[in-house]
Nanobody, 122 residues
Framework: QVQLVESGGGLVQAGGSLSLSCAAS????????MGWYRQAPGKQRELVAT???????NYVDSVKGRFTISRDNAKNTVYLQMNSLKPEDTAVYYCNAKVVRSVLIRIEDDYWGQGTQVTVSS
């Protein structure tokens, strides 16, 4: 199986910064897309940012210019640097990885981290 372990997050004042990381381990042949999602209380989970294996990134409009997603393919790790945080960024943040586990059976499966709380106070 594949495990995604997140770290980072916490409590920060508005305007501050936080950094998240998510490391994948287990039976991995290659990880294609990786990304971060978030879910605020009473709301559906939404995409925050994604990044391809080649490093092409996409962001939801609300975080453009403030958040930066990056990845280290050698470490199977994805990062999210969050600057100029706002109270509306408060949510549980989840990492996602699209993993191909076998060179013989090239099926891509979705894996999720356990979630990490980000709280931005006003």
């Amino acid at each position: 199986q594949v495990q995604l372990v997140e770290s980072g997050g916490g409590l920060v004042q508005a305007g501050g910064s936080l950094s998240l990381s998510c490391a994948a381990s287990g039976r991995i042949f290659v990880i294609n897309g990786m990304g971060w999602y978030r879910q605020a209380p009473g709301k559906q989970r939404e995409l925050v940012a994604t990044i391809t294996r080649g490093g092409s990134a996409n962001y939801v409009d609300s975080v453009k210019g403030r958040f930066t997603i990056s990845r280290d393919n050698a470490k199977n790790t994805v990062y999210l640097q969050m600057n100029s945080l706002k109270p509306e960024d408060t949510a549980v943040y989840y990492c996602n990885a699209k993993v191909v586990r076998s060179v013989l059976i090239r099926i891509e499966d979705d894996y999720w981290g356990q979630g990490t709380q980000v709280t931005v106070s006003s």
